[in-house]
């Protein structure tokens, strides 16, 4: 059995919602949920539109997702939703992967799959979770410290030594002064996560700490001699509520 230690406040399992338009696999997954106790089986549905309407009604947590559905496919419900859950895709179609992992997706199941497989993917979940209540906590607190996993242990950060942030497919690399971390989180989570007076989105592959940006040079800006680009569609929002700003209040 899972090491129930590391589960969110309470000990509480992580309320899945399974769905896929065959009985058959909803079952698979359901028994293997079954297996763990960090998981529970909330509701079950075959079709996205039943989703849609569930995750208005109740709290759901990690969502088993099958891409081919009557009506509205997997990928296109996903994109659809401004907050979605944590999310793994479970699909016979290997061909639909990069959309999934554009879209940040926790894991993407080849059906059929193991066992050994399930459990790889929903401890990734798990544990994305637990950094985003982490986060959540240290930001509530207002404390400076955070708490990233690496590997089988977790790493003491302060949030404001952190340069700035890199997304790669669906991994975050958060740059410091003397070295560099690999986390398994979206850009947006993160970005709500850390306070938003210091940290800006100043690209769809970058969030940088304002307070460490050296110089601002046409469509780019330096931080500790590295050259980030600025979005065209950025720049004027950096501008106006980072750059004048600071200079305003000097």
Known sequence: MANSNSLKSGNNPLKCLIIDDELVAIKIIATNIEKLDFLIVEDTCSSAIEAADILKRK???????????????????????????????????????LDGFRLHVVDYLLKPFAFQRFFQAVQIALDLFNSRVSLQNNTDDKSDVMYIRQ??????????????????????????????????????SLEDMLPKDTF???HKSYLVNTSR??????????????????????????LNTVIYKKLASK
Request: hydrophobic residues 40%; charged residues 25%; negative net charge.
């Open 151 to 188: 590997g089988d242990t977790f790493q003491r950060i302060n949030w404001e030594d952190i340069l700035f942030v890199e997304t790669m497919q669906n991994y975050l690399k958060l740059h410091f002064k003397e070295k560099t971390f690999i986390i398994h989180q979206t850009m947006a």
């Open 200 to 202: 800006f989105r100043i």
């Open 59 to 97: 709290e759901i947590d990690l969502m088993f997702l099958d891409i081919n559905m009557p009506y509205l496919s997997g990928l296109d419900f996903l994109e659809s939703l401004n907050k979605a859950p944590l999310t793994i895709i479970t699909t016979a179609y290997s061909e639909y992967a």
């Open 213 to 238: 940006i050296e110089t601002v040079a046409g469509g780019r800006l330096f931080i500790e001699g590295k050259e980030i680009p600025i979005s065209k569609h950025k720049k004027e929002d950096f």
